[in-house]
């Protein structure tokens, strides 16, 4: 008799993924080409010119300065009620919510965690990358400047490069990293474009970033971006890491949980004989149970001859003894027929 063991949700999410085939065959993986090793090349080379040219203080700091006197958000304050909530779009929290539940939904469609697990690899870069580079510059933001005209870096500020435009950059954009077309990518490629071009306007409008920690910000999520192929590799071991740590539980789990219920058996006495099963085990020979009234016979070993009828076999004693009885033997309890001799 067997149990059949409930699967849980996690089980059947893990089954739903475990489907054939793994991956639509019109997906590809998006490679290392040329033309992206020089544009993550000619990425960088902008995101350290932006970094140069505010450290010497140039005209760029200039125009910072400008546009913090400006003051968009008095000239335009019409638009600011608006704003204050389009900047959530750049905002990490919400919207690595929305981008994993609708990545989520395709790695279900797709029977795979390719999606999640690329999303999760940009926001780690992400993380790394543009935290790294605002604590080391340490700028301050327009609010908090505290000398004209100065670029205000190593100040203990953390807005340098921009962390709403880098972050809009990079969640929209897997969008278009992962699509499943030409055409998708294309639409996906233009809309998160949009997204991130306004989400880093609307901060330079509420006075929260200078311009060019905008410009900045868009360089570091372009290169975290046109970085990601370099890291698809280690998305496909983290991927069959998963799974292969899935299926160890599943394994220790059904080895844990009883799966045949236990019959009790007579038990076997000592020197029964044996059989032989197909793993080279020895099995005892299950004997039908013996009633408390009959004695137990001890194995006997006959020697092999031809087999005899009931009437020429040798009488068996009570005792269950195949011994021939002995003339010079007597039996205890009884006298001998034999005449004792005198003397």
């Avoid at 638009?79 to 929290?93: C, M, N, S, W």
């Avoid at 809009?168 to 233009?190: D, F, H, K």
């Amino acid at each position: 008799m067997r149990t059949e063991r409930k699967l849980t949700r996690l089980d059947r999410v893990f089954a739903r993924l475990d489907r054939e085939p793994e991956r639509p065959a019109h997906i590809d993986v998006p490679r290392m080409s040329r033309h992206r090793v020089v544009l993550f090349a000619s990425t960088l080379a902008f995101y350290a010119a932006i970094v140069w040219a505010v450290v010497i203080t140039s005209w760029l700091v200039r125009l910072d300065w400008q546009v913090m006197f400006f003051r968009p958000y008095q000239q335009w304050p019409e638009i600011h009620a608006f704003l204050d909530y389009y900047v959530v779009l750049g905002q990490r929290g919400p919207t690595a919510v929305m981008i994993a539940a609708w990545l989520g939904w395709r790695s279900w469609r797709q029977h795979t965690l390719r999606p999640l697990l690329t999303l999760g690899a940009s926001l780690l870069l992400l993380n790394l990358t543009v935290g790294a580079a605002k604590i080391s510059m340490g700028r301050l933001g327009p609010h908090y400047a505290t000398s004209v005209g100065s670029n205000e870096m190593w100040l203990g500020g953390d807005i340098f490069p921009s962390g709403h435009t880098a972050n809009a950059v990079v969640t929209w954009g897997i969008l278009a990293y992962l699509a499943s077309t030409p055409n998708a990518r294309r639409w996906l490629s233009a809309f998160s474009a949009v997204v991130s071009l306004g989400v880093g306007l609307t901060t330079v409008y509420l006075g929260t970033h200078w311009l060019s920690d905008v410009v900045l910000g868009w360089a570091a999520g372009l290169l975290i971006l046109l970085a990601l192929p370099w890291f698809e590799p280690l998305i496909a071991r983290a991927e069959s890491g998963i799974f292969d740590l899935r299926d160890a539980w599943r394994d220790r789990r059904r080895g844990a949980a009883p799966v045949e219920v236990p019959v009790p058996a007579p038990l076997t006495p000592v020197g029964s004989p044996t059989v032989a099963t197909g793993a080279g085990e020895q099995e005892p020979v299950v004997r039908e149970p013996v009633a408390a009234s009959r004695p137990v016979r001890a194995p006997g070993h006959m020697a092999p001859g031809p087999h005899l009828s009931r009437s020429e076999r040798t009488p068996v004693t009570p005792l269950g003894s195949r011994r021939p009885p002995q003339s010079d033997r007597v039996t205890r309890g009884t006298t001998s027929a034999r005449p004792v001799a005198g003397g």
